[in-house]
């Protein structure tokens, strides 16, 4: 704080106006800025202590209140949890117990509290996935409304909407905001820019396989550089490993593979319809709706496309790849536990790396220069056989602060003081810089960013494109994220570990959903939201409309075709 405001902070005081409370918080934001925040910021000092200043008046009422949030386990959340709220807590004087759970175990809570109406957390950070769960539901607080009428008084004014990147994933189609961005990242292609740079290495390539080794554009390529990087020695470039492994993936049995093909996979194969940010009719869950966006079917016979040939090719792709060009180990490891593996040094590419994982990959050695620049890179993923121009290209995953009806008013208030304190402009630039899950503009334009662009392999380009957009979270189509979620994992674990046909598994799974969006139809509790499933036809009168469901391609092969990773940044740009 300036001298002037500094004088004027302390005339208020001896006047009465400002609380010694108050006061004191001042003094742990002057502390907090001082020795966390500094000049990582895009505010100035002046506005920074601005910005603290009011949450300091703004929590005056809340003073000595225990609030409890959760949100999963990654690193952004880490530091919100073992720095911003003990930060938040001196400031204001609200207890905040920041809880750090399993993305599963998040659902689950959030789910019990919609089903009991008791208070469990007074806000959860869950995803976006969950925005046609909220929209129909009508549980959790509508956050357009919230933010004019009960919480005006506790809504930032430099809280600045227009400046997340998000939003558009949190909105619903009545164009009501249901849920604040408070970390985002997607799902790129992640592999080793240094192997595919070397000289030898693309000379190879070449004379094996008849076309210059690059970014693939098609999952063709995707697998013959799965191929050719498998058992291959490596140690003819210096310190690196003398066997490494062609491909990275998971296939445990858990909640997670679940995420694995409803976070695009089955997109990026083509399964589903163009359209953005998510394809419609038909989504890239196989989940169709009519008009009025009510989900009428997933499987082939009622127009749905979770059970077509296009599923039934991702899932296979994704086996032979896991099982041929895989450390043994990742066929039994879930998506916390599989997510380090690249940053080992022993992987040449991965089909999709959630980006939350490049905060660990730039401490690994193995992976890095010494100079701090990166040995990999990160650009989009290819596409299957099925896929075509306009459709989805990847996921992009929206972790965002959600306040249920069923909590008390005065504890909303206060966790939505603590949602908005972990996202304000003072902090976010800082903890961008921890995590690497980017949810404003200005952050990401930021003159930091800039700096430290070339250490993070492509990332801040990504964000900077306008192609950021194409990447989205699951949309509206799934009107209940929970009770749909659990049977992916579950039938696609049988096709994982053998006990099933992925054909086999696939008309299971689309079975268990339509069964769950017909009791939610019996049940009415979405209203004139909710399912209105289409009668049961031949599955070939579906096949022969145009868009998904598609007909089987008689050959599920194509050119493989690859592109310059210099040339494809460049078109970002």
């Not at 910021?41 to 703004?58: N, P, Y």
């Not at 357009?144 to 990147?165: H, K, N, Q, R, Y």
């Not at 268990?512 to 009791?519: F, Q």
């Amino acid at each position: 704080m300036t001298k002037t405001l500094r004088s004027t902070t302390a005339l208020a005081v001896a006047m009465g106006i400002l609380s010694t409370p108050a006061l004191a918080g001042m003094e742990e934001a002057r502390e907090f800025l001082d020795t966390e925040i500094g000049d990582v910021s895009t505010l100035s000092r002046e506005e920074q202590e601005e910005e603290m200043q009011w949450f300091v008046d703004a929590a005056e009422p809340f003073q000595g209140m225990d609030i409890n949030v959760v949100s999963e386990t990654i690193t952004t959340h880490e530091y919100e949890s073992q720095v911003l709220a003990p930060a938040f807590t001196a400031i204001t004087g609200i207890n905040v117990t920041h809880d750090l759970i399993g993305e599963g175990d998040v659902v689950e809570r959030l789910q019990v509290q919609m089903q009991s109406n008791e208070n469990i957390y007074d806000a959860y950070v869950n995803d976006s996935d969950l925005i046609g769960t909220h929209w129909r539901y009508g549980q959790v607080r509508n956050l357009t409304e919230w933010m004019e009428g009960e919480a005006s008084d506790v809504t930032s004014p430099t809280l600045d909407l227009d400046d997340f990147i998000g939003t558009e994933f949190t909105t619903g189609p009545d164009g009501n905001l249901y849920q604040l961005p408070d970390q985002q990242f997607a799902n790129l292609y992640w592999f080793r820019y240094d192997w595919f740079n070397d000289e030898k290495t693309q000379t190879d390539f070449q004379e094996e396989y008849g076309y210059e080794l690059g970014v693939p554009v098609n999952w063709s390529a995707y697998e013959d550089i799965a191929e050719f990087f498998t058992g291959r020695d490596m140690s003819y470039i210096e310190g690196e490993p003398s066997s490494v492994w062609g491909n990275m993936d998971y296939g445990k049995k858990d909640p997670s593979l679940g995420w694995r093909y409803t976070d695009a996979w089955m997109s990026m194969a083509g399964m589903g319809d163009t359209g953005e940010p998510n394809g419609l009719p038909v989504d890239e869950w196989g989940i169709r709706v009519n008009e009025q966006s009510q989900p009428v079917g997933a499987c082939v016979d009622r127009g749905g496309a979770t059970n077509s040939p296009a599923a039934v090719y991702a899932v296979d792709k994704a086996i032979k790849w896991l099982q041929e060009y895989s450390p043994p180990q990742a066929a039994g490891m879930t998506f916390s536990e599989a997510g380090p593996v690249p940053g080992q040094g022993n992987i040449a590419q991965q089909m999709f790396m959630y980006t939350t994982f490049v905060a660990p990959l730039v401490d690994s050695d193995a992976v890095m220069n010494e100079d701090g620049t990166p040995k990999w890179r990160l650009a989009p993923s290819p596409h299957g056989v099925y896929w075509e121009e306009g459709m989805k290209v990847g996921y992009q995953d929206v972790g965002s602060w959600t306040l249920m009806e069923s909590t008390p008013t005065d504890r909303a208030k206060a966790a939505w003081l603590y949602a908005q304190f972990v996202t304000s402009k003072t902090v976010d630039v800082k903890k961008s810089d921890v995590g690497l899950t980017f949810i404003r503009d200005s952050t990401i334009n930021s003159e930091h960013f800039t700096e430290r662009a070339p250490k993070l392999g492509g990332l801040v380009e990504f964000y900077r494109s306008p192609a950021r957009t194409q990447w989205s979270p699951t949309g509206t189509n799934v009107p209940d994220y929970p009770k749909l979620a659990q049977l992916w994992w579950q039938n696609i674990g049988d096709a994982m570990s053998g006990a099933k046909t992925s054909k086999e598994a696939l008309d299971k799974l689309c079975a268990d959903m339509e069964d769950v969006l017909s009791r939610l139809e019996r049940a009415g509790i979405q209203g004139d939201l909710g399912p209105v499933l289409n009668e049961e036809q031949d599955p070939q009168y579906w096949l022969d409309q145009p868009g998904a469901p598609k007909p089987a391609l008689e050959d599920e092969e194509e050119e493989p075709e690859t592109i310059p990773y210099d040339e494809l940044v460049q078109s970002w740009q």
